[in-house]
């Protein structure tokens, strides 16, 4: 099994920026890949971003230019740096975590964008 724990979450103000990080642990496999979901209210969960533990980046196309996605193998972690956070952006954010064999998902965190 593989764990997910997930920070970062938060209120922002339209325009500004929040840093999501996404740990894993447990039974890593060394070919994995690891994003970022986002679900919002009365909406089907979408794909934010995704990166392979290679380094091959993919994302939705109403995020790209503005978020980041990054990974840092040693610790297992993914990180989302969300810049120019817009109204449509609010959402319950999921840390996704998939191999061969598995997929695993974290909690959840809440992206409010409010002034």
């Known amino acids: 099994q593989v764990q997910l724990v997930e920070s970062g979450g938060g209120l922002v103000q339209p325009g500004g920026s929040l840093r999501l990080s996404c740990a894993a642990s447990?039974?890593?496999?060394?070919?994995?890949?690891m994003g970022w979901y986002r679900q919002a209210p009365g909406k089907q969960r979408e794909l934010v971003a995704g990166?392979?533990?290679?380094?091959?980046?993919n994302y939705a196309d109403s995020v790209k230019g503005r978020f980041t996605i990054s990974r840092d193998n040693a610790k297992n972690t993914v990180y989302l740096q969300m810049s120019s956070l817009k109204s449509e952006d609010p959402a319950v954010y999921y840390c996704?975590?998939?191999?061969?064999?598995?997929?695993?998902w974290g909690q959840g965190t809440q992206v409010t964008v409010s002034s």
């Open positions: 447990g039974s890593i496999f060394s070919f994995n890949v």
């Open positions: 996704n975590y998939r191999d061969r064999s598995l997929s695993a």
């Open positions: 990166i392979s533990r290679g380094g091959s980046i």
